[in-house]
């Protein structure tokens, strides 16, 4: 069976994506050997997926901000990918700041 990551479809799942994508920085390989196919490539679909799927709940603005955010990122995981470069820790921050903006949409949706 081939993997499929799950695709976050509430601003609920897409903060547990990225606090996932925290954990599993930079390279995002399965160390539990449960998601062999699990890389970079499908945390990133999933990333970018979900936000499209929250696409009229963000606003435009704010998912254009949140799809450049998530591009700079991995172009950061991917140039660190064994941690040594700081670039993973620059990686990790735009976490901290995409988590800020999901939840300002989720405060002004009411929706904490």
Do not use: C, V, W
Not at 3 to 27: F, K, V
Not at 72 to 99: N, Y
Request: no cysteine; hydrophobic share 35%.
């Amino acid at each position: 069976m081939q993997y499929r990551p799950h695709i976050p479809e509430t601003l609920g799942e897409l903060m547990d994506q990225l606090g996932s994508m925290m954990l599993g920085a930079p390279t995002f390989k399965d160390k539990t050997g449960y998601f062999p196919q699990r890389d970079i490539e499908t945390e990133f679909f999933a990333l970018n997926e979900g936000l499209l799927a929250i696409r009229k709940k963000l606003g435009e603005e704010r998912y254009a901000t949140l799809r450049a955010l998530s591009d700079k990122m991995r172009a950061l995981f991917e140039a660190d990918p064994e941690h040594k470069t700081g670039d993973t820790q620059a990686g990790r921050e735009i976490i901290h700041e995409m988590e800020d903006i999901l939840k300002s949409a989720a405060e002004r949706r009411g929706a904490k």
